[in-house]
């Protein structure tokens, strides 16, 4: 109740103030209303333009150094987390190399050296395991009492008349086996070019393994060269071939085209995966 009595006396000698003033002044009261209305556009125009101009403007600017300020770390920082970053990503593909390693390529190595010792106890073990027969004729019944003697031994050593025709096919058939045996294929990759060459690309190839072989190419070597060069290096075109990371393609079906078409220059990365049967 007092802060309404005192806005009220408030307002009566504010009134009473400007009448005063106007008719001391001589003011004309529709001067005075002119100015009182000019007054309040002026306002209101002030208000619109902070309330819609300034004030978003203000806002934005402040929003736009705070993004900045947040994305300005020091450099020490960044480095750090970058390492961090190369390590966790290094140890990941470790984890995965060391798997692929235990579950495929331990058990292949195991399965193929049992088979090798398989072989090699099967050809170095005893000639023949199956009944024997007594060359020379038809087995003579003896007696008892008659022992292994030279004389016997003698009487079972004529050989029989189709012997020689025997020996005969078979050493044609021996040298028809050796004519067809296919000579091993020696790798010969072509020289690698200096570093810098115009014409060349550095070839970075990661095994399943997880380790990383580099060599330098003509472009003008084929996709064939690549496959060659991963044979060298331990992986075999038999089992393995080599695709681009992206997008996915094989080389195996490119053999014939060169890197310029393949669309490598400068350096590409390229990937040995397993051939799946």
Known sequence: MSYNLC???????????????????????????????????????????????????????????????????????IVQKLKQARKTVQEKYSLEAGSYKER?????????????????????????????????????PKSPDTDNTNRDAAVHRQLPEHTDEVRRNIASQLKQTSSNIKTKKVIVLPDEPPDGAADSVLVVLRTPIGTKHKRRFLLSNTAQVLLDFMTVIGFHQSA???????????????????LEELGF???????????EL
């Open 7 to 77: 806005t009220g006396w408030t307002l009566f000698f504010v009134s009473a103030l400007g009448l005063a003033g106007m008719s001391y002044l001589q003011i004309d009261l529709g001067t005075l209303f002119q100015f009182g209305l000019r007054t309040l556009l002026i306002l209101g125009f002030l208000t619109f333009i902070i309330q819609y101009i300034v004030l978003p403007l203000l806002k934005r600017l402040k929003t736009k150094s705070t993004l900045q300020q947040d994305a300005q770390e020091p450099e020490p920082d």
């Open 104 to 140: 495929i390529l331990k058990p292949r190595e195991d399965a193929k050296r049992a088979q090798n010792e398989k072989e090699l106890y099967r050809f170095m073990g005893p000639a023949w395991k199956g009944k024997g027969n007594i060359l020379g004729g038809e087995d003579t």
């Open 240 to 258: 393995y071939t080599i695709a681009t990371s992206y997008p996915r393609q094989l080389l195996g079906s490119q053999a014939d085209s060169t």
């Open 265 to 275: 220059i400068h350096q590409v990365v390229l990937n040995i995966e397993e051939i």
